[in-house]
């Protein structure tokens, strides 16, 4: 993250116990008092949620010593806040109680990290980070009864058990939505056990938990990729777009001060600075609630809420109404004769404001595709400001828009209408075969994970009003799930090129995208090995599951035959496995049935 600017790392040198700045009129020291006893009530919370998230195989009694050591230093930094190891970051403090567990660092395999320091140090326990938790076991589910009576034995330590299990599947997910979700199970586990259905209680309270935290850790980890491998400019660029569409009656001098602080909270938060997250999202919220008469109508309510609720609310709050009389076009940056002057006077402010402009004139369309429109419009200057008569070059620049629209128009409409034609299941299957033609390289979980929320985007946006705007966020952020967060991401050559080259046409990019001629493909003897442990064995496990597996190996083993071909392997083999899955020797019911699918597949490879 060597992008990280000053005002970054003047963030990182403040200590647990101290403000962000000293607050000198009344409603900021208000503000900051609030958020300070918010961070001191929630130290136990905040240490759970860094030791999870950047170890995270750690133990739960692992975890528990950790929490120890940290109220433990917390209070002695409250007695005497002038002792040499409160001068920490709270960050810092966090990592040092990590190295100084006797034998952990080389247990966990994160030793390598706390020979570093400063920022070298943050770095490494961010890199450490494994967004793919397959290595884990799965989420642990109590009976509601179970459940309810070991919350009643130990609140504390039941919450806490909560809080380690959802934060080390979620590593990259900032410390303040971790805080909204812990908050919110409290209040479920609190109600649901007091009711006669326990069960059907928890599954009503857990259904918009669950939709909020996977919403956020989406959208969070898109974001945080976007400046860890574009920087700060494609970031802000985002953040401009996204806040001029839902804040279309703030002034631009105000939005620049607003994208300054957003920038700063960004760096600490996607670094997994915990306390510096939740400090930095106060602060920001607290500018939009200080000056909400000229930004929003939509967020009285929301300012009225604490943290982290008020965070949560204004950041889902609607968008607000545009301004009566703006128009769809501003002219100053097609009709104007000194457009290349004030573009070369500052660039960065120039097309700052071109996407301000553009996003609160169009609240229709996705945050991606003003960012194409943005790249096409700079493109365009870098041609027409080098020629003699620049105006008449780029005055036809709103077709040029508009062309590029409507291409990002057409696929997200074949998309719709496939999904409506073909259903949720074949869409899937049509998911699944396109990623792991472009990743093989991918787990077949993670695979899947992808194919399953491309089509969520689907049944979600394509009966909706705003279609394209919905289809579109939604499916960059399933892009961002496989382009990662790290740097260090690699897949393959095709793909790390999409991910890397162009944040705004990487969905163009992937579209056009072939099975992956790198791969080198699992011998037949492999596949049949792989099936005969999946199909021919006695084992309890979703015959979805199973299926997927199968079409993963397929498409690896045979990228290049076509659809047809594809589908009647797929179709003849699952078949038989459905009706063989309840004999007692599975593996004698296959035989006949593999006999005649593998005779088809040879014969398919003769005809290649």
């Known amino acids: 993250m060597r992008h990280l600017k000053l005002t970054g790392f003047i963030f990182f040198l ?55 050591a940290m109220l ?14 409160c001068s920490k970051t709270a960050n810092d403090a966090i990592q040092d109680m990590f190295c100084d567990l006797e034998g952990l660092p080389q247990k966990r395999n994160f030793s390598h990290c706390c020979g570093k320091t400063g920022f070298q140090r ?11 938790v397959g290595f884990l076991p799965p989420f642990p589910t109590l009976d509601p009864e179970e459940k309810c009576q070991a919350y009643k034995n130990n609140s504390e330590s039941f919450l806490h058990l909560y809080m380690y299990e959802v934060a080390r599947r979620n590593p990259f997910v900032f410390s303040p939505v971790l805080l909204t979700v812990a908050a919110r199970f409290e209040e479920a586990a609190t109600t649901c056990c007091e009711q006669q259905q326990k069960a059907t209680c928890f599954q009503a309270k857990a259904a918009p938990i669950t939709q909020y935290l996977k919403a956020s850790s989406s959208y969070q980890r898109s974001v ?43 760096d600490g938060c996607c670094e997994g600075d915990v306390v510096q997250c939740i400090r930095s999202q106060s602060q920001v ?56 002057q ?29 960012l194409r429109i943005t790249k096409v419009y700079m493109d365009l200057l870098e041609d027409c400001c080098s020629r003699e008569s620049p105006a008449g070059c780029y005055r036809p620049a709103e077709d040029k828009f508009n062309e590029t629209t409507q291409q990002s128009l057409a696929m997200v409409q074949q998309e719709c209408r496939q999904y409506q034609e073909l259903g949720k299941d074949t869409m899937q299957r049509h998911f699944l075969v396109r990623f792991t033609k472009a990743a093989p390289q991918l787990p077949m979980e993670e695979l899947v994970s992808l194919s399953k929320d491309m089509v969520a985007a689907l049944a979600t946006c394509c009966t909706l009003s705003d279609e394209f705007a919905c289809v579109d966020n939604l499916a960059d952020l399933v892009l961002g799930e496989l382009c990662g967060v790290n ?122």
Request: hydrophobic content about 30%; glycine content about 2%.
């Open 14 to 68: 403040l200590s647990l116990t101290e403000s962000l700045a000293l607050p000198t009129k009344s409603p900021d020291l208000d503000h900051f008092n609030a958020t300070q006893k918010f961070i001191d009530e929630n130290t136990a919370y905040l240490a759970i949620i860094a030791f999870s998230q950047y170890v995270q195989e750690g133990s739960f009694d692992e975890l528990e010593t950790l929490v120890k």
């Open 72 to 85: 433990d230093y917390r209070d002695r930094c409250w007695a005497d806040n002038t002792l040499p190891e």
């Open 122 to 132: 943050r770095l490494c326990f961010f890199y450490n980070k494994k967004a793919n």
């Open 224 to 266: 945080c990729g976007a400046l860890i491998k574009f920087g700060p400019k494609v970031l802000n660029s985002i953040n401009i777009a996204v806040f001029s569409q839902k804040f279309p009656r703030i002034g631009f001098k105000d939005l620049t001060s607003l994208i300054e602080d957003v920038l700063s909270m960004y």
């Open 285 to 340: 919220m607290n500018h939009i609630c200080s000056k909400q008469d000229s930004i929003s109508s939509k967020i009285k309510a929301c300012c009225e809420k604490k943290t982290p609720e008020r965070e949560a609310c204004i950041i889902n709050a609607n968008k607000d109404d545009r301004p009566e009389g703006l128009s769809l076009r501003e002219a100053k940056f097609t009709d104007s004769e000194n457009v290349c």
């Open 342 to 370: 004030e573009r070369d006077s500052d660039p960065d402010k120039f097309f700052s404001e071109f996407i301000y402009e553009y996003s609160r004139r169009h609240p229709d369309l996705s945050t991606p595709e003003i």
């Open 487 to 608: 740097t260090n991401r690699t897949i393959n050559p095709a793909v790390d090129h999409c991910c890397k080259t162009d944040f705004a046409f990487r969905s163009h990019c992937f579209e056009h995208l072939k099975a992956d001629t790198t791969y080198a493909l699992p011998s037949i003897s492999a596949l049949v090995s792989a099936l005969h442990a999946d199909w021919c064995q006695p084992r309890k496990e979703d015959l979805q599951n199973k299926k997927h597996r199968f079409l993963v190996n397929l498409v690896k083993w045979m990228p290049e035959i076509t659809d047809e071909e594809r589908l009647c392997l797929f179709t003849k083999f699952t078949a038989a496995g459905e009706e063989c899955g309840d004999v007692q020797e599975p593996e004698s019911c296959f035989r006949p049935e593999s006999s005649k699918t593998g005779n088809e597949s040879q014969a398919t490879e003769k005809q290649r």
